[in-house]
């Protein structure tokens, strides 16, 4: 499948074959890689290759918890007496009316015990046998990941919806940093005559040397670099956001480089407004990385 995953979902679906009745439950989450858990009943272990062959074919990256559950149909289900257990419960009722004098047990009752009434086992299949009833199995594991690929394509597309917009409100905070940005010469000029003022009173300062602090000042003080990164990172995750399917890592580490910025501007910033558009944009990426973290 194309187009922009989630890694969150849920399938199941049922099937049979002969005298069997299965269900397949096939879960997946969050993860780095192509993580999958196979749980099967005793006899189905040779599933699990061509089981991890269908989920690569189909995912890229997720925590996968896929479980079969099998059972005979009811024709297919034969009851008998387990002669040493009945044997030994009809030993010890005889004991127990002896040493009581209660009433010996019922036949109802010793046939109510666990382990006097068993299930038949039935032959398992041959070879040709297995191998048909195992592609039969494998058909509808490959249909629940089907579905479950569709149910993560649906939680992505929703997924893409946000991150976009969470993108929007982040170009929209830069351009406001940008503009408070532009303001910072002309308030520290401003700041730093009304401090020189305080300390030296009347005493003067001459305009030159006031303008060489100003301008050491807003040198350090300058965000336009981080601006402009934060930009470029902006187009980088839109062009991510519309590639669609396999960009969960790359827009993970792309969040990481917003927040790097981010924590430079606000560390750089000698304007309290500007700060606090910092703190804004960082709290919106913070955002944008936990949903990034969900996407294939």
Known sequence: MTGFSSM????????????????????????????????TPPGFDGLEPPARRLAAERFQRGSFQISLTVEPSAEARGLRVDPVALASAVKLAREISAETGLQPARVDGLLALKGVIVQDDPAGPDQVARAHRDAAILESLAQAFDTL??????????LSALLASQMDEIARLIDEAG???????????????????ELLGAAP?????????VALMAVKADVREELDRLTAHVQDAR??????????????F???????????????????ALTRVGLALKAVIDQFREQAQNVE
């Open 149 to 158: 690929a569709r149910e993560r394509a649906s939680e992505g597309a929703k």
């Open 8 to 39: 969150t979902g849920f399938a199941e679906s049922v099937g049979s074959h002969g005298d069997l009745r299965w269900r397949w439950e096939a879960k997946s989450v969050n993860g780095r890689s192509l993580d999958m858990r196979l749980r």
């Open 179 to 197: 503009r408070l940005a532009a303001t910072q010469p002309a308030q520290l000029k401003e700041r730093l005559s009304a401090q020189l003022k």
């Open 254 to 272: 792309l969040a990481q480089e917003f927040n790097r910025e981010a924590n430079t501007l606000c560390s750089k910033s000698g304007d309290i």
């Open 205 to 213: 300062v001459s305009e030159e040397r006031l303008a060489q602090e």
């Open 239 to 252: 062009s991510l956001i519309a590639a669609g399917r396999g960009v969960g890592r790359k827009l993970d």
